[in-house]
Every structure is written in C-alpha cells, then in structure tokens.
C-alpha cells in the first residue's frame, strides 16, 4: 500500500473547494453539490439524525436545511493509502431559517474517500456535528 501522493491530496483539496463554492452561490444546486463530492451509494451521518444513504437522499435531506450562508471548511488533515483516503476538517455557517434570526454554526467533520476507476474521488461516508449546544 501506497501513501497518498501530492497529486491526490490536492485533487481532495480541489473538490472540496469546488463544493464549497457552489454551497456559497444562491440558491444553491444541490443536485451539483452532491454529484461532484459524493459517490452513488455514500453515507451522510448527521448528529441527531438517521443515517442518510444514497446522493439522492443526501441532496433531499441538504435541501431540507435552512438556507446556508458563508460556508466554509478547513482540511486540517488529509491521510490515506492507495485509493482510500480520510479527511479531519472544520467548517462554519451560517443557517438562515425563515421568519427567525440567523444562527451561527461551527463544527467539525470526518469523511471517508473512495478513488473511482476514472481516477476521480468521492465522498463515501461523511459525519459531522457542530460544536455548539
């Protein structure tokens, strides 16, 4: 088994800058979102929440959220062999529900990567929760 060579790590990197974008433009495609970071059958695991299996479920249940504003992330760490890789991040939000204030959110995440034969990696298993009460 292999370690992850720089050209993997930054292609991780690159997606995950490229969904953020999208998050950040309005209204969001979340149809977009889901199809360029997560694979057919990936896993979303949210706190408090059943699991939530497969892109179309994902994008009906990221659709479900308030609507997001000021999305980020951080890759604080990126590891992995071969064609598998895990990713440690942060991220900060802001969730805007209607007829309520604003609220600020920040968290961290934990993401499972899967190279497909087409050499592109997706997200197979995501679990996040906010660092908030």
């Not at 495609?29 to 299996?53: H, K, Q």
Request: glycine fraction near 4%.
């Amino acid at each position: 088994m292999n370690a992850l060579n720089q050209a993997d790590t930054d292609a991780i990197r690159n997606i995950a800058a490229k969904v953020v974008a999208i998050a950040n433009i309005k209204p969001v495609d979340w149809e977009t979102y889901t199809e360029t970071y997560y694979s057919e059958d990936a896993v979303v695991l949210p706190a408090n929440s059943p699991a939530v299996r497969g892109r179309k479920a994902i994008t009906e249940f990221l659709k479900s959220f308030p609507e997001i504003t000021n999305f980020t992330n951080n890759l604080v760490e990126i590891g992995g062999k071969d064609d598998c890789a895990w990713v440690y991040g942060t991220y900060a939000m802001t969730l805007s529900p209607p007829d309520a204030a604003p609220i600020d959110d920040v968290g961290k995440y934990i993401e499972v990567w899967h190279k497909r034969e087409d050499g592109v990696w997706k997200v197979t298993h995501d679990i996040f929760n906010s660092d908030l009460a």
